[in-house]
């Protein structure tokens, strides 16, 4: 059974950090591409990051650049999105995904993802 379990999440204040993981487990994680979408009260699901596992090329919204890194460790089958100088308006669910491709350049477009993690909240206090 192919799971995502997403920990990290938590209330923050401003210009604070906090590390996102991600445990993957049923598949391949090698032949996978990750990433994280958030969705905040009102608002649809937005691509933040992610990250193909086979070479660990990345890709990242502009609103999060600069501030976020995500990362693999192939070898824990987990992918982490550390993320610094938070701002309120990252307050959001943070959901895990994953799509079976070996490219990134589609990811955001939500079609190739074919596993969710079941969110994990992040508040950012102003």
């Known amino acids: 059974e192919v799971q995502l379990v997403e920990s990290g999440g938590g209330l923050v204040q401003t210009g604070g950090s906090l590390r996102l993981s991600c445990a993957a487990s049923?598949?391949?994680?090698?032949?996978?591409?990750y990433g994280w979408f958030r969705q905040a009260p009102g608002k649809g699901h937005e691509g933040v990051a992610c990250?193909?596992?086979?070479?660990?090329?990345?890709l990242y919204a502009d609103s999060v650049k600069g501030r976020f890194t995500i990362s693999s460790d192939n070898a824990k089958n987990t992918v982490y999105l550390q993320m610094n100088s938070l701002k309120p308006e990252d307050t959001a669910v943070y959901y895990c995904?994953?799509?079976?491709?070996?490219?990134?350049?589609?990811?955001?477009?939500?079609?190739?993802?074919?596993?969710w993690g079941r969110g994990t909240q992040v508040t950012v206090s102003s």
């Open positions: 990250i193909a596992a086979s070479d660990g090329s990345t």
């Open positions: 049923g598949f391949t994680f090698d032949l996978f591409a």
């Open positions: 995904a994953a799509a079976p491709v070996g490219s990134i350049g589609l990811f955001f477009e939500l079609t190739e993802i074919t596993s």
